[in-house]
């Protein structure tokens, strides 16, 4: 026998799908969050020593595509349908893109 609350926590038929996006998007924005995070600490670490650190570049971009990445998270847990498939697969370049420049190019 079916009530009124089991019919309310029915997810939707798209859930499973929409949790791997989320799942997805939250694994590459940590990623981006850490590494900006990283870069940031390094450069301080580095120029309190009087080394060269990994450079403002480096950090800036690390850092911009860090908050590109939260905003993309977010538009990606909370809309549903062309807003979220545009904002991971901006998420997903943003992060290839960074890892192709500055972590895979040789030195």
Do not use: K
């Not at 020593?49 to 860090?66: E, I, R, T």
């Not at 590109?68 to 904002?87: D, E, K, N």
């Not at 998420?91 to 960074?98: A, G, H």
Request: net charge positive; glycine share 12%; aromatic share 4%.
């Amino acid at each position: 026998m079916t009530t009124d609350d089991d019919e309310r926590t029915e997810s939707p038929p798209d859930a499973p799908r929409a949790a791997r996006g989320s799942a997805i998007a939250g694994v590459l924005t940590a990623m981006l969050v850490i590494m900006g995070v990283g870069l940031l600490v390094a450069q301080i670490v580095s120029a309190a020593n009087g080394q060269p650190g990994p450079g403002a570049v480096a950090v800036g971009s690390h850092l911009a595509g860090a908050a590109v990445g939260i905003g993309c998270y977010r538009v990606t847990v909370r809309r549903r349908g062309w807003s979220r498939v545009a904002a991971l697969c901006v998420l997903s370049v943003v992060t290839v893109v960074l890892l192709a420049l500055f972590w895979l190019a040789p030195s």
